[in-house]
């Protein structure tokens, strides 16, 4: 599977931004998708997760009820909507593919698949 994220982009804080990811493969809807953030000098964190027909989703409490995701298996997409945007959410942000349950996926360890990263930059 190759994930190529997009959609990144500068924003005031309180704004919003929607980012896709668009996976290659047929295998697309097997896998667990998760989004992933690095800032400048820190680890990569973990922030959204969805099980492989969207049922069901997992977030980091840093972003519940600001950000959701979904996906679009049809055309092999997985989405971050964020809104509210904050200074601190500004980072490289990351799609994922993984398997595993999901209430394990917050862990890097569970991807075997990443794509190249966007970047998102919240100004105050």
């Known amino acids: 599977v190759q994930l190529q994220a997009s959609g990144g982009g500068l924003v005031q804080a309180g704004g919003f931004l929607r980012l896709s990811c668009a996976a290659s493969g047929r295998t697309f809807s097997s896998y667990v998708m998760g989004w992933f953030r690095q800032a400048t000098g820190k680890d990569r964190e973990f922030v959204a997760a969805i099980t492989w027909n969207g049922g069901s989703t997992y977030y980091a409490d840093s972003v519940k009820g600001r950000f959701t995701i979904s996906r679009d298996n049809a055309k092999n997409t997985v989405y971050l909507q964020t809104s509210n945007l904050k200074p601190e959410d500004t980072a490289v942000y990351y799609c994922?593919?993984?398997?595993?349950?999901?209430?394990?996926?917050?862990?890097?360890?569970?991807?075997?698949?990443w794509g190249q990263g966007t970047q998102v930059t919240v100004s105050s």
């Open positions: 994922a593919a993984g398997q595993g349950p999901l209430y394990s996926m917050y862990l890097d360890k569970r991807y075997n698949y």
